[in-house]
Structures are given as C-alpha cells and as structure tokens.
C-alpha cells in the first residue's frame, strides 16, 4: 500500500502561536509532498508543493513566510502555521503521488481551530 | 476561477439505485482524472481514475465516465448503499504527478 500519515488530527492554538503539522509516508518514498487547505463548503486549494531537499513552491496568494514547509527527509514534511490567527482556522491536508499505486494518497487532515 | 465544478452540493439516492455524481472542467489540458470519497473529519481516500485516452474505467460498482468534449465527466455509482453516503470530489490535472484541481464536492446520501 501507500500510507500517509499526518498528526496532530486536530489542534487547537491561542492566535499569536504557531502549530507544526506533520505527514509522513510509511511504506515509500515522497520526493514531493503537496499541502492543502479547505475552507467550509470549498475545495481544496494547494497551498504549496513540497520538495525532498528543496525549497517549497508557494501558490500564489500563500505567504510563505507564514506556512513555512520544511522536506528535510524522503518520508516527512512539516508545515508550521506561524502567529496563527482566527482566519487560518481551517483543514490542512497532505497529499503524497505515490508511484507504487499510481495515485495520490492523502493524509487523514488537520483540523487547525485559531482562538 | 474555478477551473473544475461539482454543481450539485448535494445528492440522495435509495438504497439499492444508481448515484450518479457529476463534474465539468474548463481546462482542455487536464488530462487525468480522479474521485475521491471523503468520510467527516478524515482525508479523502482515492475511489477511481481515468485518463484521457479512455472514455470509461470500472472498478467494482464505481464506473467514471468521460466526455472529452464536453469537458464532463460523471461517476456512478451502482447498486448504492449506505456506507457509500460521504463527500465526492473531483479532481483533475494536466499530467499525472501534478498538481491537482478539486471540485467541492457533492455530498451523497444513500438512503436505506
């Protein structure tokens, strides 16, 4: 198979702090990993592309400053949500093409609530 | 701009009939496409994919169905049941291990 995993489930931080979210792939390699945010009753909008050993790709309008992505390894990458506020409150979700399986394979999400 | 559409929020169907879940594009490079079924609080899980070079992929009681030029592409879903009520959502890409658009989902109630 091809398992992702990501943890926390779900997290909730004071606004000002920030949160470290992470996904790692258990039985294969990721040279790239993409994160994903979902707002209630939206789609999921790639937030960046994350590559092994470089740096990450930021869609635009995503501040990279704020959603740092750190791919230090093949199996994990984090995104840390920095000085988090109400409006980052969301569901991050990361997703894994997996070679083995021919497909995408998702991590089970994030659910971030800023207070 | 929303490059792919699930125009139906929602869906409920009889237990034991077809669902049918539909979605449109608007970009004629995306050359591969996928569902994925959702449960509340958890990550999408891969349900099917079709390529452009096809036209229709089964897999059990799941069949995509593509039309290239209308840029559409429909799931169904037959018989349904129950454990099959969750979140669908599209998604296309220009190129396998690319980046991919998602629609925002229909959400499917099959009633027992």
């Known amino acids: 198979g091809a398992v992702v995993s990501q943890h926390p489930s779900w997290v909730i931080c004071k606004s000002g702090t920030s949160v470290k979210i992470e996904c790692r792939s258990l039985?294969?390699?990721?040279?790239?990993m993409f994160w994903y945010r979902q707002f209630p009753k939206q789609s999921l909008m790639l937030m960046a592309t994350?590559?092994?050993?470089?740096?990450?790709?930021?869609e635009q309008g995503v501040e990279k400053d704020k959603f740092l992505i750190n791919h230090a390894s093949l199996t994990l990458s984090t995104l840390t949500v920095t000085s988090a506020h109400p409006e980052d409150s969301s569901f991050y979700i990361c997703?894994?093409?997996?070679?083995?399986?021919?497909?995408?394979?998702f991590g089970s999400g994030t659910r971030l609530t800023v207070v | 701009d929303q490059q792919v559409k699930q125009n139906s929020p929602s869906l409920s169907v009889q237990e034991g009939r077809i669902s049918i879940l539909n979605c449109d594009y608007t970009n004629s490079m995306f050359d591969y496409f996928l569902w994925y079924k959702k449960y509340p609080a958890e990550g999408p899980t891969f349900l099917i994919s079709i390529s452009s070079i096809k036209d229709k992929n089964e897999d059990g009681r799941f069949t995509v169905f593509l039309n290239k030029s209308a840029k559409h592409l429909s799931l169904h879903i037959v018989p349904s049941q129950p454990g099959d009520s969750a979140v669908y959502f599209c998604a296309a890409s220009a190129g396998t291990g690319n980046q991919f658009y998602f629609g925002t989902g229909t959400s499917l109630t099959v009633i027992p």
């Open positions: 039985d294969f390699q990721a040279t790239t």
């Open positions: 994350s590559n092994e050993g470089s740096k990450a790709t930021y």
């Open positions: 997703s894994v093409y997996a070679w083995s399986v021919n497909g995408y394979t």
